[in-house]
Each structure stands twice: as structure tokens, then as C-alpha cells.
């Protein structure tokens, strides 16, 4: 089990850009996968974007070309990197492992107005 803490989400108009920041209670070296998931009022949570060890991405096609995620083994941190942000993309954002474990951070709120 690894404690999460998400931060970075805010308000921004339509086209801005965010990036979001998830940081590890401990050494996420040896998880093989980490991923961005998102959960918008009244919907479920979805994954939109993972890396695996190997650098390896993937993305939800809602967001493939506009976010981007990477890993830093080194400060045990996870970013969500999101440009040309659309209303639609607005919900709680969190990171957790893939698949993920039982417990959830706080997440971070991301708003986007049109």
C-alpha cells in the first residue's frame, strides 16, 4: 500500500493548460504501473492515462494528444501534464496505482470554463 497525494488542479479557461502532481509515500520504482484517473460529477471513474516502469503511455482517446504523463522515480512523483483543457475535462482528478489499490488520495479538483 502507497499513500497519495494529488495536487495541482485548479481553475483555467478553455484552452489553458494544468499540470498535476502526484506525490508517493514511498519508492514507486518497483510499481509497474501508475495511472491518472478522473471522476466527473455523477459519473464513474475512469482511467485516462498510465505509465508503466518502461516509460511505456497510454492514453484514453478522450485525451490522447492534449495530456501527457510521466514519472519520476527519483522524488517518487507522478505528473499529469494537460494542454488545450476543455470544459468536458473537468472532474476530481487522482492517481493510484494500475490496477488500482483499495485506497484513494483526495484527489485534485480541475475546472475548466467555457
Known amino acids: 500500500q502507497v499513500q497519495l497525494v494529488e495536487s495541482g488542479g485548479g481553475l483555467v479557461q478553455a484552452g489553458g493548460s494544468l499540470r498535476l502532481s502526484c506525490a508517493a509515500s514511498?519508492?514507486?520504482?518497483?510499481?509497474?504501473?501508475m495511472g491518472w484517473y478522473r471522476q466527473a460529477p455523477g459519473k464513474q471513474r475512469d482511467l485516462v492515462a498510465h505509465?508503466?516502469?518502461?516509460?511505456?503511455?497510454n492514453y484514453a482517446d478522450s485525451v490522447k494528444g492534449r495530456f501527457s504523463i510521466s514519472r519520476d522515480s527519483a522524488r517518487n512523483t507522478v505528473y499529469l501534464q494537460m494542454n488545450s483543457l476543455k470544459p468536458e475535462d473537468t472532474a476530481v482528478y487522482y492517481c493510484?496505482?494500475?490496477?488500482?489499490?483499495?485506497?484513494w488520495g483526495r484527489g485534485t479538483q480541475v475546472t475548466v470554463s467555457s
Open positions: 505509465i508503466t516502469r518502461g516509460d511505456y503511455t
Open positions: 493510484n496505482t494500475n490496477p488500482p489499490q483499495k485506497f
Open positions: 514511498r519508492s514507486i520504482f518497483s510499481i509497474n504501473i
